[in-house]
Nanobody, 126 residues
């Protein structure tokens, strides 16, 4: 069982930055593929970024709309995955969720994740 707790959300002006953190419980964090998803009001949940387990080279993937602006990383010593978000836009406003996949791979579909956090709100004002 893995518990995930997100933090770092908040209100920021367009063009600003935020860093989201997702702290995981358990001793097997390093073997999980980790991902970030988001859900805006009235919209479906969408994939944002993912990173493989470190033994898999720490490969990453991003949805096109955040490439060049967002960076996913992980610190296995701290059982934490991060999402650095720069050049934020109003359309980035959403609840952001982190998720863990036992596959260890870079996973872009929500159904393939095994554990989810409760989410953290990110609001970008214009």
């Amino acid at each position: 069982q893995v518990q995930l707790v997100e933090s770092g959300g908040g209100l920021v002006q367009a063009g600003g930055s935020l860093r989201l953190s997702c702290a995981a419980s358990g001793r097997t964090f390093s073997k999980y593929g980790m991902g970030w998803f988001r859900q805006a009001p009235g919209k479906e949940r969408e994939f944002v970024a993912a990173i493989s387990w470190s033994g898999g080279g720490g490969s990453t993937d991003y949805t096109d709309s955040v490439k060049g602006r967002f960076t996913i990383s992980r610190d296995d010593a701290k059982n934490t995955v991060y999402l650095q978000m720069n050049s934020l836009k109003p359309e980035d406003t959403a609840v952001y969720y982190c998720a863990a996949s036992w596959s260890g791979m870079v996973v872009t579909t929500g159904d393939e994740y095994d554990y989810w956090g409760q989410g953290t709100q990110v609001t970008v004002s214009s």
